[in-house]
């Protein structure tokens, strides 16, 4: 069935009244006199608005998401293939029903559920479902056939819009300078780029934005499921498995004392490689080798690198052409620090046996 594309532009400063309405063209018979609907906001966070609109008295399942992009976020998200992937993993059973897109935004199904929390997220009960849908995800064939890993193609092209003599107001361009005296942004990315090109991971379909609050644990049928396809396309896995480790610090008020450490990792990299045989093979026991984990370790950890790196160039052009009031540079003065810091004791791990 073709998504309807509304030419609709929703005010995100009157997201909630603008929800409404988008909704009742979609659902025609929510518009009945005397039906009540109600709203309640998700998110109203560094990027996007996320607004749910059901009707009265409806189960949460029954909701409906409409999500307004951020300003210019089109400069970073190539919406077209947002929603060629929404499409197509909706076709996989991995994502919630589009129903439409509109001029800054999309309209989609409710996925049941809560984030999971700065807690839950390393709750031995929850990592293994967590596990479990990274491999589901990443086992979708046919997405991005042809296309080439988007990791430094990404961050490439990201290169062209930082800011050169321009496009930051006084304090930001102070912050920004002192960021650029601190690393070579260009020069790191290029050798970053060398050394995990020598690591040869496999190139699957990734998420590659798992943050907590786009892996939903869904308690009642003890299930985990990802929302928010903006920056999925084929990647490198060991990519999508450090960026989620990333997370783990939150993103407002990062702390990278809740990055994961070495045993978590291992246990989280030996579940993903189980799972990822029992995919392929049935359900007969598997026997991963240490061996197998540890190269796999090395490489999560050296792709923690490039997280660091992708965010922290992100960051920069979201203070040039975001207008949602939040910290973009000194997110990126946190990525980039704590690139600096872990640089040097990530790129010393060997995968020799």
């Known amino acids: 069935m073709a998504c309807p594309n509304l030419s609709v532009k929703v005010d995100r400063t009157r997201a909630a009244e603008g929800a409404v309405d988008l909704v009742k063209r979609i659902k025609p018979d929510w518009c009945k006199p005397g039906l009540e609907l109600v709203t309640k906001t998700f998110t109203d966070g560094i990027t996007n608005v996320l607004v749910g609109v059901k009707r009265k008295g409806d189960d949460e399942k029954e909701m409906l998401l409409v999500r307004v992009h951020g300003n210019n976020t089109e400069l970073i998200i190539d919406r077209e293939r947002e929603i060629r992937t929404i499409r197509m993993l909706e076709q996989k059973g991995c994502s919630p029903p589009l129903y439409c897109t509109f001029e800054n935004g999309i309209c989609y199904g409710f996925v049941p559920g809560q984030p999971v929390s700065l807690s839950s997220v390393r709750d031995p009960s929850v990592v293994p479902l967590v596990v479990k849908a990274m491999v589901k995800f990443h086992s979708v064939a046919g997405l991005g056939d042809g296309e080439e890993p988007v990791l430094f193609n990404t961050m490439e092209s990201w290169l062209k819009l930082l800011p050169t003599d321009g496009g930051l107001d006084d304090n930001k361009q102070k912050r920004y300078l002192e960021l650029c005296a601190k690393v070579d942004i260009e020069r790191e990315l290029g050798l970053l780029k060398e050394r995990l090109l020598q690591l040869r991971v496999p190139v699957v379909f990734c998420h590659n934005d798992l943050l907590l609050g786009n892996v939903i644990h869904n308690r009642t049928d003890d299930s985990v499921a990802f929302i928010d396809f903006e ?44 799972e990822t045989a029992r995919l392929k093979g049935g359900e007969a026991p598997v026997t991963i080798p240490t061996a197998d984990v540890e190269r796999m370790y090395v490489e999560v950890n050296q792709f923690t690198l490039a997280s660091h790196m992708f965010w922290g160039i992100w ?39």
């Open 231 to 274: 920056y999925g396309g084929l990647n490198y896995r060991s990519y999508d498995i450090a960026n989620h480790f990333c997370e783990y610090p939150g993103t407002e008020n990062v702390d990278y004392k809740h990055y994961p450490g070495r045993e978590h990792q291992l246990d989280f990299i030996r579940l993903y490689l189980e």
């Open 315 to 353: 960051a920069v052009i979201q203070a040039v052409y975001s207008e949602i009031d939040f910290d973009y540079i000194g997110y990126a003065h946190t990525r980039f620090d704590e690139y600096l810091r872990r640089k040097d004791e990530f790129l010393s791990l060997s995968t020799s046996p």
